[in-house]
């Protein structure tokens, strides 16, 4: 499990995202809250609008919109996006 040190909620473990839940948690906006726990237990979440591309779209764009939260991070997203997530 990769650990990040956040400023709002210390260290904590790395989750994986697109771009717009991080923008979604400053904005304090709803933009979708998909998620998942891959095979090596690291929870992913993703926008509708990521969740809901094409393969060949999303490996275009995926390098580009990919970015790592804490877990208290992506709990803020879930909650803006009224999702209940606590793992």
């Known amino acids: 499990?990769?650990?990040?040190?956040?400023?709002?909620?210390?260290?904590?473990?790395?989750?994986?995202?697109?771009?717009?839940?991080?923008?979604?948690?400053?904005?304090?906006?709803?933009?979708?809250?998909?998620?998942l726990q891959d095979e090596e237990g690291n929870f992913q979440a993703f926008c509708d609008a990521c969740w809901n591309s094409e393969d060949e779209e999303w490996a275009a764009i995926s390098d580009e919109v990919c970015r790592i939260l804490c877990l208290g991070c992506l709990k803020d997203a879930a909650k803006i996006n009224g999702v209940k997530f606590d793992p």
């Open 1 to 35: 499990m990769t650990k990040v040190d956040c400023s709002s909620h210390g260290e904590s473990e790395a989750t994986f995202v697109c771009v717009h839940l991080v923008e979604s948690i400053s904005l304090k906006a709803a933009v979708g809250f998909n998620w």
